[in-house]
């Protein structure tokens, strides 16, 4: 298949309720197709059009979810089409290939996070001591690879998270602000590394992206063409680079439009 889409999922394709940002009247709201569960309950949507331009899809390129989920949280997704020969978890520490981790990819990906960045454990003691009960609500490490914060957004203070940044780029490390969750990632672990190895493998020729939050700035400077949604931290921050789109849409909405973009694309 020539053409790669690597799209990341929450906040790009798949929406939790209090992120899908409907504006219209009640009884014009588009219909909303459920594709996560999770313990028994309701998670992720996507609307009905674009469950359906996601099948399509399928059919003129390949199709490769790329997340910063751990490989469990990306497995109770259930994507409408195909199941795709490729996915990335763990913002690239996992290649999937048929659902099954590629062993060696994620052997190089610690060769390199033990070179080039400061290890998980001096992370995780900085934000055990400077991570205030108040907003704190969970501390989470994702795959043993990297770590983030479930917080109260409302009493999380701006310059905490400002302080945290400068200190972890000082290791090697990232900060990002999703909804709910402070991300600490090092910085060799990228999406990008890992679709560049897709790419490699597959053969593709052409590779589309989206994404919404600081983790995609990479996978979009990565990609031939792009698109991010109306929201975001990239929105946020009026993020840019010459061969990516900034789409007016927010919220769920902004998925449909960024899989016509995609369709259209590939189309081409
Ligand atoms: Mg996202």
Aim: one cysteine or more; proline letters at 6%; glycine letters at 6%.
């Amino acid at each position: 298949m020539p053409v790669l889409v690597a799209s990341d999922l929450d906040r790009t394709l798949i929406y939790s309720s209090a992120a899908l940002a409907l504006t219209m009247p009640d009884a014009r709201a588009p219909r909303l197709l459920c594709v996560e569960v999770h313990e028994s309950r309701p998670l992720s949507y996507m609307t009905e059009t674009a469950a359906r331009l996601l099948t399509d899809l399928g059919d003129v390129a390949a199709f490769v979810p790329t997340t910063t989920r751990t490989r469990k949280q990306f497995q109770r997704i259930n994507l409408p089409g195909p199941p795709p020969a490729f996915a990335i978890c763990a913002n690239g520490g996992h290649l999937l290939v048929d659902g099954v981790t590629d062993r060696d990819w994620h052997a190089r990906v610690l060769g390199r996070l033990a070179d080039e960045c400061a290890p998980l454990a001096e992370v995780r003691e900085h934000l055990t001591r400077t991570a205030d009960p108040v907003w704190l609500r969970k501390q989470r490490v994702a795959e043993d690879l990297f770590a983030y914060l479930v917080v109260d957004r409302e009493l999380l203070p701006e310059d905490w998270v400002k302080e945290l940044a400068a200190w972890a780029e000082n290791r090697g490390w990232t900060v990002s602000l999703q909804g709910r969750k402070v991300y600490a990632v090092p910085q060799p672990l990228t999406k990008s590394a890992a679709v560049r190895e897709v790419a490699r493998r597959t053969g593709a020729d052409l590779v589309l992206a989206a994404g919404d939050s600081l983790l995609d700035a990479d996978l979009l400077q990565a990609a031939d063409r792009g698109w991010r949604p109306g929201h975001g931290e990239l929105a946020d921050t009026g993020w840019l680079a010459p061969q990516i789109s900034a789409l007016p849409e927010r919220g769920v909405l902004a998925g449909e439009r960024i899989l016509r973009e995609f369709l259209a694309e590939a189309r081409r």
